[in-house]
């Protein structure tokens, strides 16, 4: 099992870069590592994020409520899963 995480700044957005930088972590966990369970936490806001996620076979596994502080309120985000049996 192996959690990840990434970010890529709003001026980079819209470029790819997150889908070659989630890639590469994809190809390492199962063709260098034999990860079979990549974990990982997006705000439920994120629907870009999400998206991507699903695209590289993500699902979502749990709510987590009030997980972060952003902007002055609490926020909830997706526990999300990618399993390789």
């Not at 990434?6 to 990860?35: K, N, P, Q, S």
């Not at 705000?43 to 695209?55: M, P, S």
């Not at 502080?69 to 049996?85: H, I, K, P, T």
């Amino acid at each position: 099992v192996a959690s990840i995480g990434m970010g890529v700044h709003d001026d980079f957005t819209g470029r790819g870069f997150g889908r070659i930088l989630l890639g590469a972590m994809v190809d390492a966990a199962d063709d260098w590592l034999d990860i079979k369970r990549l974990e990982l936490t997006v705000y439920t806001d994120n629907d870009v994020a999400i998206g991507l996620y699903r695209k590289f076979g993500f699902e979502r596994e749990g709510l987590l409520r009030a997980f972060g502080f952003r902007s002055g309120e609490y926020v909830d985000a997706y526990g999300m899963a990618r399993l390789r049996l």
